[in-house]
């Protein structure tokens, strides 16, 4: 999908950074700053919702909204969707605090080979 921003496209590698950037926990002021103000805080939100990202402060939202909700639902039905609901969340946390950890992991790995040829 493409997304205008001052009457310019947003390249397909930035979107491609700004969803990688909020898959390794980073927050949109983080990834507004990353790009030296090129893109506002609104713009980027817009890509990540659009392209079915969140933030992992995003899922944490939501995840506390559905919480609430689940105190007052009135039937099992009501109450298992949105336990399903937060699960999904949950496993959405979960992959993506797995692939930041496999890239601190190649991080130091390759810092380990560049401090090994100094």
Known sequence: MAYLYNGEEVPTADVKIILDSVVKGKTIVDIEKSFGGAYNYAIISKIIFKEGSKSII????????????LENAKTKEQRQKII??????????YENYKLALLEIADYEKIKAIVNKTK
């Open 58 to 69: 995003g899922n944490k939202s939501s995840i506390t909204k559905k919480l609430k909700k």
């Open 84 to 93: 399903n609901e937060v699960n999904d969340l949950v496993g959405t946390l």
